[in-house]
T-cell receptor
Framework: EPEVTQTPSHQVTQMGQEVILRCVPI?????FYWYRQILGQKVEFLVS????????KSEIFDDQFSVERPDGSNFTLKIRSTKLEDSAMYFC?????????????FGAGTRLSVL | QKEVEQDPGPLSVPEGAIVSLNCTYS??????FMWYRQYSRKGPELLMY????GNKEDGRFTAQVDKSSKYISLFIRDSQPSDSATYLC?????????????FGQGTILTVHP
């Protein structure tokens, strides 16, 4: 069964450093998302991406964050100048536009630890 | 007012019990309602997907949506230890929305043998 793949599973970084979280969405999917989940809190929407541009972003997704689909398979989230409060699980998701049943499939997540 | 509210539990039941999980939401524009299951240190996995009000059944799982009261429920019959996980309700706008999901807090469920 096709799945969303995220790497690395765990990323440890020093405060102020830049990190890139990588995702390989399901191959025929057209919409891509990043969510984050701070320990003990809700899964929160960060950004959606369609047709090579951001289609929607939350207030969390400020200038510190950027997304890119550098080739036909990868979808990345870059966090510049990481802060302690960026420590969280980051989930990538993708979906195919198929009538009204637009289901998002999630990857296993990348645990980001900012020290 | 939070957009989606869910009792985080934890909820502990014996094997074979019927489990009822619930969420309320505030935005009447939400049209799609989902339940995801999340095992420890894993990503959310879709369990049920419903549109507007009504019931949907899939095996031991039944999802209910009551848009008039902005209330969504998931029932698990004959619960098994393998059902032990965090259950997340999620909602989505209809229309031209690009599909942003709004999640509840998640309910931690433990089914003990």
């Amino acid at each position: 069964e096709p799945e969303v793949t995220q790497t690395p599973s765990h990323q440890v970084t020093q405060m102020g450093q830049e990190v890139i979280l990588r995702c390989v969405p399901i191959s025929n999917h057209l919409y891509f998302y990043w969510y984050r989940q701070i320990l003990g809190q809700k899964v929160e929407f960060l950004v959606s991406f369609y047709n090579n541009e951001i289609s929607e972003k939350s207030e969390i997704f400020d200038d510190q964050f950027s997304v890119e689909r550098p080739d036909g398979s990868n979808f990345t989230l870059k966090i510049r100048s990481t802060k302690l409060e960026d420590s969280a699980m980051y989930f990538c998701a993708s979906r195919i536009r198929s009538g009204t049943k637009n289901i998002q499939y999630f990857g296993a997540g990348t645990r980001l630890s900012v020290l | 007012q939070k957009e989606v509210e869910q009792d985080p539990g934890p909820l502990s039941v014996p094997e074979g019990a019927i489990v009822s999980l619930n969420c309320t939401y505030s935005n009447s524009a939400f049209q799609y309602f989902m339940w995801y299951r999340q095992y420890s240190r894993k990503g959310p996995e879709l369990l049920m997907y419903t549109y507007s009000s009504g019931n949907k059944e899939d095996g031991r799982f039944t999802a209910q949506v009551d848009k008039s009261s902005k209330y969504i429920s998931l029932f698990i019959r004959d619960s098994q230890p393998s059902d032990s996980a965090t259950y997340l309700c999620a909602t989505r706008l209809g229309g031209t929305s690009y599909g942003k999901l709004t999640f509840g807090q998640g309910t931690i469920l433990t089914v003990h043998p």
